[in-house]
């Protein structure tokens, strides 16, 4: 997936998921200079983020 199809999929802007994936917050991969994402990937990286609000409230 491109940015701009991963960004909405995860409810985040184009520009806080570039950020995070210059951080290395979420699992992407280049092609040329182009940052791709998995939907695998964004799943289990949704996934993660559920059980740290869980587990937060708790």
């Given at each position: 997936?491109?940015?701009?199809?991963?960004?909405?999929?995860?409810?985040?802007?184009?520009?806080?998921?570039?950020?995070m994936a210059?951080?290395?917050?979420?699992?992407?991969?280049r092609?040329?200079?182009?940052i791709?994402?998995?939907?695998?990937?964004l799943?289990?990286?949704?996934?993660?983020q559920?059980?740290?609000?869980?587990?937060?409230?708790?």
């Amino acid at each position: 997936m491109t940015i701009k199809e991963a960004a909405p999929y995860i409810g985040s802007s184009e520009y806080k998921l570039r950020e995070m994936a210059r951080q290395k917050e979420i699992a992407h991969y280049r092609v040329g200079n182009r940052i791709m994402f998995r939907k695998v990937m964004l799943d289990e990286w949704i996934s993660k983020q559920e059980q740290e609000n869980v587990r937060e409230k708790v």
